[in-house]
C-alpha cells in the first residue's frame, strides 16, 4: 500500500510527511512518500494534495510540475483512488477561486473558493488558531471525531457551497465556514490535520484505511 503526499513547492510538506507516517505505521498502511514524480502518483494507492498560498499560485504550480496533475486526475477520476486535499489542496477541489483573480480549480466539488467575511467586525482575516468542528455528515474519515473535536486553521479564503450535501463538517466563525468537503472517492480538510493534535491524527488514520 503506497500513500502519495504531493510535492510541487506549496508550503513545507514535513509536517504532513511526519503525520501521515507515524499513523502508517501505527495502522499498519504501508509506505508513505513525498514526491513530484508522475510515476509515483500514478502507482499510489491514496493521494495527498497539500498546499499553501494562494490559489492561482498553486494551481499553477500543480500544473506546471511534469505530469504530476495530469497522474493525480487520472488516478482519482478514472482509477477511484481516495484523495485527501489539505489547506489549499482542498480549495483546488472547488470549481473556481477567487483569490486575487478567478482561477479554475479541479471541478471535483460544487463550490466556488472565496474571502471570509465574519459578520462580526472583531473576528480578524485570516481565521487563525483552533476551532470547534460542527459536523453535518457522517464520512468515513470522521470515524471517532464530534462535533466539538478541535482543528486547526490558518486561512483568508473558504469554499462556498453550492451542494451542502458535500460540505460535511463547518466551523463559525462569524460565518459559516467550511471545515470539512467530500465527494465520491474525494475528501478535503480547510485545516492543517497534521497540526490538529489528536483529531488531526485520527483523521489521518482514518483515510489511510478508508477503503471507498
Known sequence: MLTAIIDYESGNLHSADKAFRKMAVETGAGEVVVTS???TVARADRIVLPGDG??????AALKATGGVYEAMVEA????GRPFMGICVGMQLMARKGHEYAE?????????????????????KVPHMGWNDLIIDHPHPVLDGIQ????????????????????????????EDVTAIVASETRVGLQFHPEK?????LRMIANFLGWTP
Open 37 to 39: 514524480e508522475a510515476e
Open 103 to 123: 482561477t479554475d480549480g479541479l471541478g471535483w466539488i460544487d463550490g466556488e473558493v472565496m474571502k471570509i467575511v465574519p459578520s462580526d467586525p472583531s473576528l
Open 196 to 200: 490538529s493534535g489528536p483529531t488531526g
Open 76 to 79: 482519482v477520476t478514472r482509477k
Open 147 to 174: 462535533s466539538g473535536d478541535h482543528a486547526y486553521f490558518v486561512h483568508s479564503y473558504q469554499m462556498r457551497m453550492a451542494d451542502l450535501e458535500q460540505r460535511i463538517a463547518r466551523v463559525d466563525y462569524g
Open 54 to 59: 494562494a490559489f492561482p499560485a498553486c494551481a
